[in-house]
């Protein structure tokens, strides 16, 4: 499992910030919004994840209705 750095931002704020251990950067920001992600940041409710080791940055938007439901 690998630490991420999970932050939840509205629009340009960081409203909350913390350390997610996971398999993947996806469940990481699941795991930090309580509910599925979509690999898109295009709301302005969104999360960055961070994975340091990796060097990498990825970014996560709340599912749309219809995707939550197709993944159950």
Known sequence: ???YQVEEIYGDTVVSSGVVVEDDP???AEQAAGQ???PRALQ???F???DEE?????EYSLAARDEQ????
């Open 44 to 46: 302005e409710h969104w």
């Open 54 to 58: 990796q060097a990498a940055v990825y």
């Open 48 to 50: 960055r994840v961070v």
């Open 69 to 72: 439901d197709a993944r159950v």
């Open 1 to 3: 499992m690998a630490r």
């Open 26 to 28: 996806m469940k990481a």
């Open 36 to 38: 599925r992600v979509s």
